[in-house]
């Protein structure tokens, strides 16, 4: 037995099924998936440039024979969606399968949405592990289901189950059977001609996989009293167990297509039936479909945010379970900018020219926060070129402030490059801030095609951000360190004030923990409280609260000297 997360059991499985290439973009709280199947003998794993291009690589090698393993977080299969619901016509030939993992209550992510949609618009079945033991036996599974149905797979996941370690008896890796590439236009060529009946392959193929579905094992009643059924799929479902347990439970290892007759039957053994889920009604509304009475969802359940049992006890009138901590008694830790990132005065600078800030996801979001508070907008991956652009044309006309996109190295890669093409070619103006830390940061330094390193350290080519955004016919291209107060100050003053020019500034220095290097720390010798240090808001940075004077925490300090160049009274120097 290994105590494994969801994540690496997910890895162990596909790995076990014989699964010899995986493609992905990191995401939390899928991430650590890739880079677990990417340690394991035989295999060839790569973080692609989005999830888009992730899957194609992914239904490539299937449509080729290989098995194949694909991963994202739950906004990657928006990104993934076009390949998604064609390889759903295609089908497959060596078995595709992919994590999808979700974020309900948005720990580290801009939306909170519901994966179940997918499977059942796309018409691939889904299935939910509870825990990593089902993990890994649902992923490796999936590659034989795939193959016999002949489409994708998705196994979905939720923060708790990809991230929680549980007992796990790792599989042996199997050997798959053979499956050689034949050219087959008429199945992989989706055109018109050749979608339409694919397109009556996958309505039959839904019949089939029902039919399956009702025989399933993964499907399971758990019998308890007659007077209260509930049912449920992964991480709730042990919520559920936990928070309810004399309760009947049909627990849901498959979530597309769902098992009608089995849920008949059991809705018909029992008094009152609820589901209960995470943010959305997917598995309400679909049960509901089938005819079954439901009663609500529990109205005091939350609609948004994850679940536990305390939620689901208070729900039907139990008290909180003995060792349930409030979350309300945990103390907040709101999240910054680390001592020594050179994302800092990029925003300080912002700020200060009164710029409209088009932001984007990654570390440098937290420019939005006090005291930084420096970004007007952030919507997806990448939009920051172009929501920049919808700025611009927008407000040209009308005297505005200057619009500044920013955006990340990973980021600008997955699809900001696209944007500023679009921005190129359109003749936009405004000015574009690519953050090169070197590193995708924000999901823990992946490597990504601006740094050159690949997951499993094989040999790349490093990308040059500025030769790329010359070769758009961007005329004014600069690289300026970020570290270096006059110079991020003149280089955005001189790009912002030609309101017609599109400029492109590429902030290149590495995020601080590639290296983890420190230099000696500074101290405050002679603070007269001005409080201009305070507005960088780095953490090693702090106010005394009786006398208002600001200090510098030695320990959290790494010597980047971002804040004396701040101070008008050079009152902060190396500590000697
Ligand atoms: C579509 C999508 N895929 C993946 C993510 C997860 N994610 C958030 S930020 C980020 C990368 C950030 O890297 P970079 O742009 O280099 O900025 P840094 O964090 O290094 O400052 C990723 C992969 C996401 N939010 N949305």
Redesign the pocket.
């Known amino acids: 037995m290994e105590l494994l997360s969801g994540n690496e059991a997910i890895a162990q499985g596909a790995w076990a099924a014989g699964a010899t290439i995986g493609a992905a973009?990191?995401?939390?709280p899928s991430t650590e998936a890739m880079e677990a199947f990417a340690k394991l003998p035989e295999v060839y794993a790569g973080w692609c440039v989005?999830?888009k291009v992730a899957l194609e690589v992914g239904v490539g090698a299937s449509a080729a024979g290989a098995r194949a393993f694909v991963s994202?977080?739950h906004?990657?299969l928006?990104?993934a969606a076009d390949p998604l619901f064609t390889a759903a016509y295609t089908g497959v030939n060596g078995g595709l399968v992919m994590l999808v993992a979700d974020d309900p209550g948005m720990y580290?992510?801009?939306n909170e949405q519901d994966s179940h949609y997918y499977a059942a618009a796309a018409h691939v079945p889904m299935l939910d592990p509870s825990d990593s033991q089902e993990a890994q036996d649902m992923t490796a599974d999936a590659y034989e289901l795939s193959e016999r149905f002949d489409v994708p797979v998705l196994i979905r996941s939720t923060v708790r189950i990809s991230h929680t370690r549980t007992p796990v008896e790792p599989a042996e890796r199997a050997t798959p059977p053979e499956h050689p590439y034949e050219s087959d236009p008429a199945k992989w060529v989706m055109m018109p001609a050749f979608a339409k009946p694919r397109r009556k392959v996958q309505l039959e193929r839904i019949g089939a996989l029902e039919a399956w579905v009702e025989t399933c094992p993964y499907n399971q009643v758990i019998e308890g009293t007659s007077a209260v059924g509930v049912i449920c799929s992964g991480a709730v479902f042990q919520h559920v167990r936990e928070a309810l347990p004399d309760a009947s439970v049909f627990k849901l290892g498959v979530t597309w297509p769902l098992p009608k007759e089995r849920l008949r039957t059991f809705a018909a053994s029992v008094d009152t039936l609820y589901v209960i889920e995470e943010a959305s009604t997917y598995l309400h509304d679909a049960v509901a479909a089938l005819g079954i009475v439901v009663d609500s969802t529990p109205c005091s359940l939350p609609r948004d945010g994850e679940l536990n049992p305390s939620l689901i006890r208070a729900a039907f009138g139990e008290a909180a379970p003995a060792h349930h901590m409030p979350a309300d008694d945990v103390p907040a830790r709101p999240p910054a900018l680390c001592p020594g990132c050179p994302?800092r005065l990029v925003f300080k600078e912002l700020s200060r020219l009164k710029a409209i800030v088009c932001g984007?996801?990654?570390?440098?979001?937290l420019g939005a926060l006090p005291p930084l508070s420096c970004m007007d907008a952030c919507v997806?991956?990448g939009a920051s070129v172009s929501m920049a652009h919808g700025f611009e044309l927008a407000l040209a006309s009308k005297g505005h402030r200057p619009v500044v996109g920013v955006?990340?190295?990973?980021?600008?890669a997955?699809s900001g490059l696209s944007s500023l093409l679009s921005t190129a070619y359109n003749r936009g103006g405004g000015t574009i801030c690519v953050?090169d830390?070197r590193?995708?940061?924000?999901?823990g330094r992946?490597g990504?095609p601006f740094n050159g390193t690949t997951l499993q350290e094989r040999p790349s080519r490093e990308m040059d951000i500025e030769g790329i955004v010359a070769s758009l016919g961007i005329e004014d291209v600069s690289v300026v360190d970020p570290n270096d107060m006059q110079a991020v100050r003149s280089a955005l003053k001189a790009a912002t004030s030609e309101t017609d020019t599109l400029s492109v500034i590429v902030f290149r220095r590495p995020?601080v923990l590639i290296d983890r290097v420190r230099s000696k720390p500074y101290l405050i010798t002679s603070c007269t409280g001005c409080g201009v240090c305070l507005t960088l808001g780095c953490p090693a940075i702090g106010k005394h609260a009786d006398t208002g004077l600001s200090y510098i925490d030695m320990d959290a300090c790494i010597g980047c000297g971002q804040c004396a160049q701040y101070c008008r009274f050079n009152a902060i120097e190396v500590a000697e």
């Open positions: 973009y990191p995401g939390t989005n999830e994202c977080k906004v990657g928006n990104v580290s992510s801009q994302h984007d996801i990654g570390c440098y979001t997806c991956m955006i990340g190295d990973s980021t600008f997955h953050l830390n590193t995708t940061a924000m999901t992946q990504n995020c």
